[in-house]
T-cell receptor
């Protein structure tokens, strides 16, 4: 089956520190990979995505590179801000019948940025 | 822009009671989904729909029913609530398959079953 494993949180960083949130996956097929973010009291929203190997998704200073050889999609940001405090979810969707209609989510990583 | 709207946002039920969560989207999306979010488990798909009049089971469908009578609405029903169904429920919609399309989420509905 398909699964996503994220590093456990919570992660607490000082403002301007470097951020890495690890994500690895298992997929029966060729997945598209996503990072979604959930700010306090809100629903999830798409942060970035990559649909093929070696693609780099980027948005709002966050980046993640689709690494097929290591089945990973780690999220990085060079300088964390307090406003980045949220829960981050790694997710995948596989291009095959049935499961192509579903997103499989990781368990989420809580990030807190301190001033 | 309303996007995806869920009602109610909070509800407390007693074991055995029934209720319906309503999800409405104004983006003319074909795909709609119901997820539940539990601590340490991320989001798990309950049911989904790929168009008006269609529904399909997700990862954790037991104890829930859904209907998609109108394209813009996706209803999630609990016929006989159990404490294990205490959770935060999220509805989402997308124009195309999740492989290529972004999911848009509602703000969530917090359900407590006593």
């Amino acid at each position: 089956g398909n699964s996503v494993t994220q590093m456990e949180g919570p992660v607490t960083l000082s403002e301007e520190a470097f951020l890495t949130i690890n994500c690895t996956y298992t997929a029966t097929g060729y997945p598209s990979l996503f990072w979604y973010v959930q700010y306090p009291g809100e629903g999830l929203q798409l942060l970035l995505k990559a649909t093929k190997a070696d693609d780099k998704g980027s948005n709002k200073g966050f980046e993640a590179t689709y690494r097929k050889e290591t089945t990973s999609f780690h999220l990085e940001k060079g300088s964390v801000q307090v406003s980045d405090s949220a829960v981050y979810f790694c997710a995948l969707s596989v291009r095959s019948s049935g499961s192509a209609r579903q997103l499989t989510f990781g368990s989420g990583t809580q990030l807190t940025g301190l001033p | 822009n309303a996007g995806v709207t869920q009602t109610p946002k909070f509800r407390v039920l007693k074991t055995g009671q029934s209720m319906t969560l309503l999800c409405a989207q104004d983006m003319n999306h074909e795909y709609m989904y119901w997820y539940r979010q539990d601590p340490g488990m991320g989001l798990r798909l309950i049911h989904y729909s790929v168009g008006e009049g269609t529904t399909a089971k997700g990862e954790v469908p037991d104890g829930y029913n859904v209907s998609r009578l109108k394209k813009q609405n996706f209803l999630l029903g609990l016929e006989s609530a159990a404490p294990s169904q205490t959770s935060v429920y999220f509805c989402a919609s997308s124009a195309t398959s999740p492989t290529t399309g972004e999911l848009f989420f509602g703000e969530g509905s917090r359900l407590t079953v006593l």
